[in-house]
């Protein structure tokens, strides 16, 4: 295949960046802080890639900040098509990669290939959730939405009946980045059982 032009070269950039522009059109179940609307994808990316800078110091391993924060904006860019799956809906959970897989495909073959493949390899080391840059990255995706259910009074935790194992359970990925979050997140909790915004119907899986 011969090589495209610089021309066809960046027009498939900008179709790819008009193109991600439509995950500020994807609204997630957690709400802004000071009991404001539901976020959006794009908006939670941000505020996660942003958080990992900041909060770097608290990985439990060094990591390569800018790989981090890349990951952090690009993870949500398939829920373009896929939609939304909210962390503890169980039936959406289970056909979440199949969908997932579909729209990495198409979204990020609107790239010329050489990035296609780049921004590919990002999104399956961020799922694979292995390296240490993905492990931190996934402390930012757990901590940013715990920390505004925490400013709302836990009021998207009681809208879905969300028990204290299962957040456990997620929270899990938050101690593989960072164990310092992890307390700050296992506090959070405590709290918001203790108020009775999270159900505390079965033990978790930390005690």
Known sequence: MSEITENER???QLAFSLEIDKEKNILRQ????????????????WHMAV?????????????????????????DIVEIDAGDTYAYDEAGLATQKAREAAAKERIFSLLPE??????????DEFEACESVESKFAHSMDNLQPLLLND??????WVEHNVTASQIYG??????MGSESLYGV??????????????QENRPHPEQ
């Open 151 to 156: 400013s709302n009074g836990g009021g998207d």
């Open 10 to 12: 960046l027009s498939r």
């Open 30 to 45: 957690t709400h802004l802080s000071g009991h404001g609307r539901r976020e959006n994808d794009a908006e939670h990316a």
């Open 114 to 123: 050489d990035q296609k493949k780049e921004l590919t390899a990002l999104f």
């Open 51 to 75: 958080m990992s800078y900041i909060l770097r110091e608290y990985a439990n391993e060094e990591v390569d900040i800018a790989r981090v924060m890349l990951m952090c904006l690009i993870h």
């Open 170 to 175: 997620r929270q899990r990925k938050t101690r």
């Open 185 to 198: 997140v296992d506090t959070i909790i405590k709290k918001n059982i203790q108020l009775g915004n999270i």
